[in-house]
């Protein structure tokens, strides 16, 4: 399984950037999916899920901001990220779970950065 994220980049306070992440390699419209962020010094966060069933959850930091959306066909996950702030500056990851009673695999992208300026 393999994830690849991108639509990072700089932008200024108020603005906006959607992040991709495309799949491959599974049967991507059974994952849970997935974006975290990590910022310089600090853990990696939960930003925003999205279920199989399209059932999402945000953080409260990213709420009525971000949304997150998912295309089963073309195997890819959203995070529109609205009203930007200068502490959403992190590394964007994107996530893929799959969980069964027996198990749970979590696959990683590699990141991508996003920086906002104030």
């Not at 991507?28 to 990696?44: E, I, V």
């Not at 953080?59 to 529109?80: C, E, M, P």
């Amino acid at each position: 399984v393999q994830l690849v994220e991108s639509g990072g980049g700089l932008v200024q306070a108020g603005g906006s950037l959607r992040l991709s992440c495309v799949a491959s390699g599974t049967i991507f419209s059974t994952y849970a999916l997935g974006w975290y962020r990590q910022a310089p010094g600090k853990q990696r966060e939960l930003v925003a899920t999205i279920t199989s069933g399209g059932s999402t959850n945000y953080a409260d930091s990213v709420k009525g901001r971000f949304t997150i959306s998912r295309h089963n066909a073309k195997n890819t996950v959203y995070l529109q990220m609205n009203t930007l702030k200068p502490e959403d500056t992190a590394v964007y990851y994107c996530n893929g779970r799959l969980a069964t009673p027996s198990y749970v695999n979590d696959y990683w992208g590699q990141g991508t950065q996003v920086t906002v300026s104030s």
